[in-house]
């Protein structure tokens, strides 16, 4: 795995330990829930902090320890493609769902809930492709 997949899946997984600390305290398991518009506003300022930190960091680290450009091999390439392609399968099968419940009365908290919710599943699902295309030595 080249240092710029390295990169590439560190961001998404501090942006998925985000979104887990996010709905660890939605669902009640430790913390308090975002309850105002205010309060969301920091909440997302803080997952997109954290991604933004996981990305900065990653990517200092490497660049640090290799000292050349963070650039993907043509098989890395491909792979990242194909799991960008079923990403978007997935974020646009989410977003029809959530357009469909959209007809329920749902408040504004439960529809960002279920926008980021569809985000978070999409970047899951994006990390396990690579991963799933990386191991099997696809590309």
């Known amino acids: 795995m080249t240092a710029y997949l390295k990169t590439s899946n560190a961001v998404t997984v501090g942006f998925l330990i985000a979104m887990a600390w996010h709905f660890g305290t939605v669902f009640g398991l430790f913390g308090f829930a975002p309850t105002g518009q205010a309060e969301m506003f920091v909440r997302l300022a803080i997952i997109i902090g954290i991604a933004m930190g996981a990305a900065f960091v990653a990517a ?11 650039l993907p091999d043509e098989r890395e390439e491909k792979i990242e493609r194909v799991s960008e392609g079923m990403g978007t399968c997935m974020l646009y099968l989410g977003l029809l769902v959530l357009a469909w419940m959209a007809f329920a009365p749902l408040s504004p908290m439960q529809f960002v809930n279920g926008l980021l919710a569809v985000v978070a599943i999409t970047e899951l699902l994006k990390l396990l492709i690579v991963f799933y295309l990386h191991r099997r030595d696809i590309g």
């Open 60 to 70: 200092w680290t490497l660049q640090k320890q290799l000292g050349a450009p963070l």
